[in-house]
């Protein structure tokens, strides 16, 4: 009985498509998460979040539609930060890494506003990136000058 169950299991996982968990759906997903974070859901920050997407990864049309309907969809469904941050930790450097707590900050200021929750979740993704204060820092710098 528990042979045919971890049987049955095992093919239920193998079924499930690969690309749950990719580079550019983790990378939507945690842009996403600050635009939720302030529950305001901006259309500044959505374009903000479609505008990195598609420079970052050459997406548009369909594809990138697609991947922002799912990105968004993961966000709101996501238990928590770990599974997309890992992504992203095994596909970027830490230069990489840095940059898209840059990203993160574009999408929190895209309304021209700063809310201390975008800041906390920026927080976050950063502290699970492993990306250094003072980089975290920088990168906000950045974009609010």
Known sequence: MIKSFLALFERQVADQPNDQHTLELASAALLFEVVRADREFAAAEREQVSQIVTREFNLSGPELKALLSDAEEHAENAVDLVQFTRILNQHYDLPQR??????????????????????????????LMHVPHSLYMQAKLKVKQ
């Open 98 to 127: 840095a940059a898209f707590i840059q990203h993160l900050w574009t999408v929190a200021y895209a309304d021209n506003e700063l809310d201390m929750h975008e800041e906390h979740v920026i927080r976050r993704i950063a502290d």
